[in-house]
């Protein structure tokens, strides 16, 4: 009970975090073919899509650099569950706690992704190894005990894609001058807006994050002062 309590902060946010992300992602998985699903407005599209690589729609590297990765990730999570082990034990903020989970919520979301979507369903976006370029998949996926990519292959379901602007980049400006460019273009999933906002709450809020700490650190001061005060005195000389 003790431990539950200790880190009911981190449990709940991550449960309720992998719980929405997976849910989204398997719904569209099992629902629709790669491309446009729907839109509320021009500017907010859900748009399945299979990353291969890391966040926000970005490549890396093939089937060893998305091994790499998929590794980096585990290893990552590894270390974010002792850093927020750590940090229940330093008594911090509870806001700087449940950031920190956040940004672990989300990381776990993906690499689930990597480890069993591959296994799971009959089709995915693979890599040709020819071309190493990924070539995508027609139709509706589907549940299938023999999957289109091994444990670790498998590739991130996004979905979410908010093209707010489209403009063209200033003719004086070096390299993309005249260029047209879009904000924001990255297509994402619940995963990665969960590592942003736990990213975004820490830079945010670092200032009270840290009083939090140092009013903590005061306190238990205050509290050894008069024990060292009333210790009885042992000096023979006096």
Not at 171 to 183: A, C, D, L, N, V
Request: aromatic residues 18%; hydrophobic residues 45%.
């Amino acid at each position: 009970m003790k431990f539950i309590a200790n880190y009911k902060i981190p449990l709940l946010t991550i449960f309720i975090i992998l719980f929405i992300d997976q849910f989204i992602k398997l719904y569209i998985k099992l629902h629709y073919p790669l491309g446009e699903v729907g839109r509320a407005a021009d500017w907010c599209i859900i748009h399945f899509t299979e990353n291969p690589g890391m966040a926000f729609g970005f490549e890396f590297g093939g089937d060893s650099g998305k091994l790499i990765l998929s590794v980096f990730r585990i290893l990552a999570c590894i270390g974010g569950g002792f850093y927020i082990r750590y940090i229940i034990k330093q008594k911090e903020h509870p806001g700087f706690i449940f950031s920190v989970s956040l940004i672990l919520a989300g990381a776990m979301g993906n690499i689930l992704d990597s480890a069993f979507y591959g296994l799971m369903f009959d089709k995915g976006t693979v890599l040709d190894p020819a071309t190493q370029e990924y070539i995508l998949y027609d139709g509706v996926a589907a549940i299938s005990k023999k999957g289109y990519a091994p444990c670790m292959y498998g590739c991130v379901v996004d979905m979410f894609y908010f093209p707010m602007w489209n403009g063209t980049f200033p003719k004086w400006m070096p390299i993309w001058g005249g260029e047209t460019f879009q904000f924001f273009r990255p297509i994402f999933n619940f995963a990665d807006a969960s590592i942003s906002f736990g990213v975004g709450f820490i830079i945010l809020f670092q200032k009270r994050f840290s009083k939090k700490n140092v009013e903590a650190h005061k306190e238990e001061d205050k509290d050894i002062e008069p024990e060292i005060s009333s210790a009885p005195d042992t000096n023979p000389n006096v």
